[in-house]
């Protein structure tokens, strides 16, 4: 089974300043890989993904992630955090067939004004 | 409304108790989730149906079960509720092959006293 591992439970940053959160996966075939955004009380929103092609994948609300396959990552960035950024952010893997996703602990973000 | 929909929202149940989560969606997907999630532990799978006749259990399917109504509905009962199984849980639904990730709904917070 593969598993996935979010460095940080839990992240602060300043309002503006960049926000990184880590995803680490264990693989030996490049997997789908996903960024979800739960905002408080709701559920789980696709933020972007990664399935082939270009390995910089842009998502919604000015978030990014980079898959790199040498260092079996998926890290979710932006260059200026928003107070509205606050929430709990899941990296999930799936195989290629999607039979099953597979998801990491989380982080919660807090944003300081 | 909502390509996913859970009910009830929110429930509190007593020790001992048999209760039933319903989930239906509108993806036209055939397959459905049941996920639970609980803080610092992420999401975990409790059972998973590809189509009607199909249904398979999870890491954590003990204690739960669950029922494929029809393509659109899957259900999940705790046949008698223990207050470990206070969790929020979400139903999520998957078009497998393309990649596109979970469509989650809105979630079932379920108090077990």
């Known amino acids: 089974a593969q598993s996935v591992t979010q460095l940080g439970s839990h992240v602060s940053v300043s309002e503006g300043a960049l926000v990184l959160l880590r995803c680490n996966y264990s693989s030996s075939v490049p997997p789908y890989l996903f960024w979800y955004v739960q905002y408080p009380n709701q559920g789980l929103q696709l933020l972007l993904k990664?399935?082939?092609?270009?390995?910089l994948v842009k998502g919604i609300n000015g978030f990014e992630a980079e898959f790199k396959k040498s260092e079996t990552s998926f890290h979710l960035t932006k260059p200026s955090a928003h107070m509205s950024d606050a929430a709990e952010y899941f990296c999930a893997v799936s195989d290629f067939s999607g039979n099953q996703f597979y998801f990491g602990t989380g982080t919660s973000l807090t944003v300081i004004p | 409304d909502a390509d996913v929909t859970q009910t009830p929202r929110n429930r509190i149940t007593k020790t001992g108790k048999r209760i039933m989560l319903e989930c239906s969606q509108t993806k036209g997907h055939d397959r459905m989730y049941w996920y639970r999630q609980d803080p610092g532990l992420g999401l975990r799978l409790i059972y998973y149906s590809f189509d009607v006749k199909d249904i398979n259990k999870g890491e954590i399917s003990d204690g739960y079960s669950v029922s494929r109504q029809a393509q659109a509905k899957f259900s999940l009962s705790l046949e008698s509720a223990i207050p470990n199984q206070t969790a929020l849980y979400f139903c999520?639904?998957?078009?497998?092959?393309?990649?596109?990730?979970?469509?989650f709904g809105s979630g079932t917070r379920l108090t077990v006293v």
């Open positions: 999520a639904t998957s078009d497998p092959g393309t990649g596109i990730g979970y469509t």
């Open positions: 990664y399935t082939t092609g270009a390995t």
